[in-house]
């Protein structure tokens, strides 16, 4: 009787073990599915980071050499005004210049 008490106390703790060991796998199955998703999603963020880099410092260099245009045209246009192309459209000199200046923390404008 006392063989057979052990016999089933046997099968029981290897049962255990068993359900134990399934357990365990299943929960390391899970974390390897886990990480491979994680994986796979972050290097096609990496991926996609990488992409949308290069196009803005495509298009940084695109407005840079926009700017560089219009700074040449602003250079041009300004060396073409002179004293006789501003008479000739009746532009004169200002004798008394007064500044509009906002004050900051007073809530009022004061003309200096």
Not at 10 to 28: D, I, M, S, Y
Not at 55 to 75: M, N, T, W
Request: proline fraction near 0%; charged fraction near 25%.
């Amino acid at each position: 009787m006392h063989n057979i008490i052990t016999r089933k106390r046997a099968r029981a703790v290897a049962l255990v073990l068993h359900k134990a060991e399934q357990q365990a796998v299943g929960v390391l199955l899970i974390g390897i599915l886990a990480l491979a998703f994680l994986y796979v999603y972050f290097v096609g963020t990496a991926v996609l980071h990488v992409v949308e880099r290069r196009e803005v410092q495509q298009s940084i260099a695109q407005e840079g050499s926009r700017v560089a245009d219009l700074e040449v045209s602003y250079f041009k246009k300004k060396g073409a005004i002179t004293f006789d192309a501003a008479s000739s459209r009746n532009l004169q000199a200002i004798a008394d210049k007064s500044y509009f200046e906002r004050a900051r923390y007073l809530g009022h404008a004061e003309i200096r």
